[in-house]
């Protein structure tokens, strides 16, 4: 598996778009991008994924760049209940087992 | 995450002890995942199953094991628990082995003493 590469943790101001980054500079041509976020202590949930063009759902967005090394989520009116830690996992579709690195800590602040 | 429930949500146990988490599914998914979290870290990948009848080893396997008792249910051993098995553990599941998309339960606290 690729590796990736986020910040320990970042602070958003409630309402704010919150950008989240990544970095895979190895990313191979056929391995995806996924994100999960993990709030408090629940399970991880799902978020998106994408494999090179940009991705929006009703959670998220996903930018990643053209020669996809890099990739942002992108919560755009961020709330509370977004303060989470967000991970960022590049895999093929049909691969290997998920790897959770420590991820990115958001924390929305009023 | 109401389609992967786990039991029990928290348990003491004794170094030595014994015990099984359970785990079950109602979205008729053919894949299931058992996963540890220590405190500040990412998750670790136990064991899996990929459907029915079989199961394999992930990353940290020792001490544990496993069994897929029909297609809803995925439970967890420990034989003979130690401190370093203190932990969170959280089952998932997915339509096939390893799609993109797991659907993780809320997660079974667990302290050997």
């Known amino acids: 598996d690729a590796k990736t590469t986020q910040p320990t943790s970042m602070d958003c101001a409630e309402g704010r778009a919150a950008n989240l980054p990544c970095n895979h500079s190895?990313?191979?041509?056929?391995?995806?991008v996924y994100w999960y976020r993990q709030i408090h202590s629940q399970g991880p949930q799902y978020i998106i994924h994408?494999?090179?063009n940009n991705e929006t759902n009703e959670m998220a967005s996903l930018i990643i760049t053209e020669d996809r090394k890099s990739s942002t989520l992108i919560l755009p009116h961020a709330t509370l209940r977004d303060t989470a830690v967000y991970y960022c996992?590049?895999?093929?579709?049909?691969?290997?087992?998920?790897?959770f690195g420590p991820g990115t800590r958001l924390s929305v602040l009023p | 995450n109401a389609g992967v429930t786990q039991t029990p949500k928290f348990q003491v146990l004794k170094t030595g002890q014994s015990m099984t988490l359970q785990c079950a599914q109602d979205?008729?998914?053919?894949?299931m995942y058992w996963y540890r979290q220590d405190p500040g870290m990412g998750l670790r990948l136990i064991y899996y199953?990929?459907?029915?009848?079989?199961?394999d080893k992930g990353e940290v396997p020792n001490g544990y094991n496993v069994s897929r008792l029909n297609k809803r249910e995925f439970s967890l051993r420990l034989e003979s628990a130690a401190p370093s098995q203190t932990s969170v553990y959280f089952c998932?599941?997915?339509?096939?082995?390893?799609?993109?998309?797991?659907?993780f339960g809320e997660g079974s606290r667990l302290t050997v003493l």
């Open positions: 996992i590049v895999r093929v579709f049909y691969g290997q087992n998920f790897v």
């Open positions: 190895t990313i191979s041509g056929n391995e995806y």
């Open positions: 994408g494999l090179k």
């Open positions: 979205m008729n998914h053919n894949s």
């Open positions: 199953s990929a459907s029915e009848g079989t199961t």
């Open positions: 998932a599941e997915s339509r096939e082995i390893n799609t993109g998309e797991l659907f």
